[in-house]
C-alpha cells in the first residue's frame, strides 16, 4: 500500500489544532504539519475550562488553522487521503465544531471522513512517533483522563483500570489552585516541587496497596486543601509533598497492570508501556515509570510532550490506522461527550471533560 495522507482536526477541550500526518501502519509516520492554538489564555481567568468560551474559541480559529496546517505541508486538499476529527469524548460544543467542519470539508472534496475516539488519538501516538507495536501496555495521564489500557490492536484496547474521582492532571491543576499558582498547574507544581522537600507534609496515598488498577486522587486534593487552611505551608515542600504521592499512586496501580499485562500476553517478550496524555511531560513521573517499567521488563515509551498534549497530529494518525483498514464513517456520524475506549468497560470517568472552573 502506498503512503496514506491524513489531514486531522481536534477541538475536544480548549486546543484547537489541525494537522497533516503521512505513512503507513506501524508507524513511525511523518509529520507534514502540526498547527496547535492553545485557548490557555483565554480560560485562565476562570481556573479550569469553560465549555461555552471554548466552543467559540473553535469556531472563530479552526478555519485558519486548517489552512495553515495545508500550508505548512505545502499540500492542496485534492492530495489528502481522508478527513480525520475528534467525535469524542469531549466538550461536545468543541466536539461538534471540529466534526462538523470535516463532514463540511469531506462533504466539499469527496474526500472520505474518519470519526476518531480523541482517547484512541492518545493510545496510538507512540505508533506515530515511535513505530510502536501492539500489544502494548497504554497508561493515559491527562486532565481529563487517568487509564490503565492493553492495546491488543487498532480499536481493541481491554480496559484495566480507569480513576473513580478525578483525573491526575486535574489533581496536579486543583492543587495547583489551593496553593495560588496559576493555571494550568501540572508545570507550575513541577517545578516547584523541584526546589521542594518531598517528606516535608505526610499526604494520603489513596488506593495504595490494595489489589487492582483503579485509581483514586480526591482524597490526596483534599488533604491537601486541609493542609493549606491549617497551616502556613512552603509551596515548594506542598508542591513536593503532593507530586510524591501522586508519583507512589501511579507507579502502584501501574505494577499491578504490568503483571496483568504479562498474564495477558505471555508471548510478547519485551513489550512497551507507553505513558501518553499531558502529564507524561512531568519528567520525575517520567522517571519513576521508567525505572518500574525497567524492573518488570518493559520497554518505557513517552511520545514527546508536544504530542502527549492535545494536538491534531494524534488524531490523524488514528484516522490513519483505520483508514489504512478500509474503516470509513457516515457523514452523519454523531459527536459524542462519552466514548470509552473499551465498550465492555465501564464508564466511569470515560473522558468526559467537566468544566473544572
Ligand atoms: O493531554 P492534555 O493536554 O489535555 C487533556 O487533559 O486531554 O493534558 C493537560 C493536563 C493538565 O491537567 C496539565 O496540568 C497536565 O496535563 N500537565 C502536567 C504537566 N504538564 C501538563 N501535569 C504534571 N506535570 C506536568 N509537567
Ligand atoms: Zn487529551
Same mark, same amino acid.
Given at each position: 500500500?502506498?503512503?496514506?495522507?491524513?489531514?486531522?482536526?481536534?477541538?475536544?477541550?480548549?486546543?484547537?489544532?489541525?494537522?497533516?500526518?503521512?505513512?503507513?501502519?506501524?508507524?513511525?509516520?511523518?509529520?507534514?504539519?502540526?498547527?496547535?492554538?492553545?485557548?490557555?489564555?483565554?480560560?485562565?481567568?476562570?481556573?479550569?475550562?469553560?465549555?461555552?468560551?471554548?466552543?467559540?474559541?473553535?469556531?472563530?480559529?479552526?478555519?485558519?488553522?486548517?489552512?495553515?496546517?495545508?500550508?505548512?505541508?505545502?499540500?492542496?486538499?485534492?492530495?489528502?487521503?481522508?478527513?480525520?476529527?475528534?467525535?469524542?469524548?469531549?466538550?461536545?460544543?468543541?466536539?461538534?465544531?471540529?466534526?462538523?467542519?470535516?463532514?463540511?470539508?469531506?462533504?466539499?472534496?469527496?474526500?472520505?471522513?474518519?470519526?476518531?475516539?480523541?482517547?484512541?488519538?492518545?493510545?496510538?501516538?507512540?505508533?506515530?512517533?515511535?513505530?510502536?507495536?501492539?500489544?502494548?501496555l497504554l497508561l493515559l495521564v491527562s486532565g481529563g483522563h487517568?487509564?490503565?489500557?492493553?492495546?491488543?490492536?487498532?480499536?481493541?484496547?481491554?480496559?484495566?483500570?480507569?480513576?473513580?474521582?478525578?483525573?491526575?492532571?486535574?489533581?496536579?491543576?486543583?492543587?495547583?489552585?489551593?496553593?495560588?499558582?496559576?493555571?494550568?498547574?501540572?508545570?507550575?507544581?513541577?517545578?516547584?516541587? /523541584? *526546589?521542594?522537600?518531598?517528606?516535608?507534609?505526610?499526604? @494520603? !496515598? #489513596?488506593? $495504595?496497596?490494595? %489489589? +487492582?488498577?483503579?485509581?483514586?486522587?480526591?482524597?490526596?486534593?483534599?488533604?491537601?486543601?486541609?493542609?493549606?487552611?491549617?497551616?502556613?505551608?512552603?509551596?515548594?515542600?506542598?508542591?513536593?509533598?503532593?507530586?510524591?504521592?501522586?508519583?507512589?499512586?501511579?507507579?502502584?496501580?501501574?505494577?499491578?497492570?504490568? /503483571? *496483568?499485562?504479562?498474564?495477558?500476553?505471555?508471548?510478547? @517478550? !519485551? #513489550?512497551? $508501556?507507553?505513558? %501518553? +496524555?499531558?502529564?507524561?511531560?512531568?519528567?520525575?513521573?517520567?522517571?519513576?515509570?521508567?525505572?518500574?517499567?525497567?524492573?518488570?521488563?518493559?520497554?518505557?515509551?513517552?511520545?514527546?510532550?508536544?504530542?502527549?498534549?492535545?494536538?491534531?497530529?494524534?488524531?490523524?494518525?488514528?484516522?490513519?490506522?483505520?483508514? /489504512?483498514?478500509?474503516?470509513?464513517?457516515?457523514?452523519?456520524?454523531?459527536?459524542?461527550?462519552?466514548?470509552?475506549?473499551?465498550?465492555?468497560?465501564?464508564?466511569?470517568?470515560?473522558?468526559?471533560?467537566?468544566?473544572?472552573?
Open positions: 500500500m502506498n503512503n496514506l495522507t491524513i489531514l486531522g482536526l481536534e477541538t475536544s477541550c480548549d486546543e484547537t489544532a489541525a494537522a497533516v500526518v503521512r505513512g503507513l501502519p506501524p508507524g513511525p509516520g511523518q509529520i507534514l504539519s502540526n498547527v496547535v492554538f492553545s485557548q490557555t489564555e483565554a480560560h485562565a481567568p476562570y481556573g479550569g475550562v469553560v465549555p461555552e468560551i471554548a466552543s467559540r474559541a473553535h469556531l472563530e480559529i479552526l478555519d485558519g488553522l486548517i489552512e495553515r496546517a495545508l500550508g505548512d505541508a505545502g499540500i492542496s486538499l485534492d492530495e489528502i487521503d481522508a478527513i480525520a476529527a475528534t467525535a469524542g469524548p469531549g466538550l461536545i460544543g468543541g466536539v461538534m465544531v471540529g466534526l462538523t467542519t470535516a463532514k463540511a470539508l469531506a462533504l466539499a472534496s469527496g474526500k472520505p471522513l474518519i470519526a476518531v475516539n480523541h482517547l484512541a488519538g492518545h493510545a496510538l501516538t507512540a505508533r506515530l512517533t515511535d513505530g510502536v507495536d501492539f500489544p502494548f487517568c487509564q490503565l489500557l492493553a492495546a491488543a490492536d487498532v480499536g481493541k484496547y481491554r480496559l484495566y483500570g480507569t480513576t473513580m474521582d478525578d483525573a491526575v492532571g486535574e489533581a496536579f491543576d486543583k492543587t495547583a489552585k489551593i496553593l495560588g499558582l496559576p493555571y494550568p498547574g501540572g508545570p507550575n507544581v513541577e517545578s516547584h516541587a /523541584a *526546589r521542594g522537600n518531598p517528606r516535608a507534609y505526610a499526604l @494520603p !496515598r #489513596p488506593l $495504595l496497596g490494595r %489489589a +487492582g488498577m483503579d485509581f483514586s486522587f480526591s482524597g490526596l486534593k483534599t488533604a491537601v486543601r486541609q493542609l493549606v487552611t491549617q497551616n502556613q505551608v512552603n509551596i515548594d515542600d506542598a508542591c513536593a509533598s503532593f507530586q510524591a504521592a501522586a508519583i507512589d499512586i501511579l507507579r502502584d496501580r501501574t505494577a499491578h497492570a504490568l /503483571a *496483568r499485562f504479562r498474564e495477558d500476553f505471555p508471548d510478547t @517478550p !519485551r #513489550p512497551a $508501556l507507553v505513558v %501518553a +496524555g499531558g502529564v507524561a511531560a512531568n519528567a520525575a513521573i517520567g522517571s519513576a515509570l521508567a525505572k518500574l517499567a525497567d524492573q518488570h521488563g518493559f520497554e518505557i515509551r513517552v511520545p514527546p510532550p508536544r504530542y502527549c498534549t492535545d494536538n491534531a497530529a494524534m488524531i490523524a494518525w488514528a484516522g490513519l490506522e483505520r483508514f /489504512a483498514l478500509g474503516e470509513r464513517d457516515p457523514l452523519d456520524v454523531s459527536p459524542k461527550a462519552r466514548w470509552p475506549l473499551d465498550a465492555s468497560g465501564d464508564n466511569r470517568h470515560s473522558g468526559e471533560r467537566q468544566q473544572s472552573a
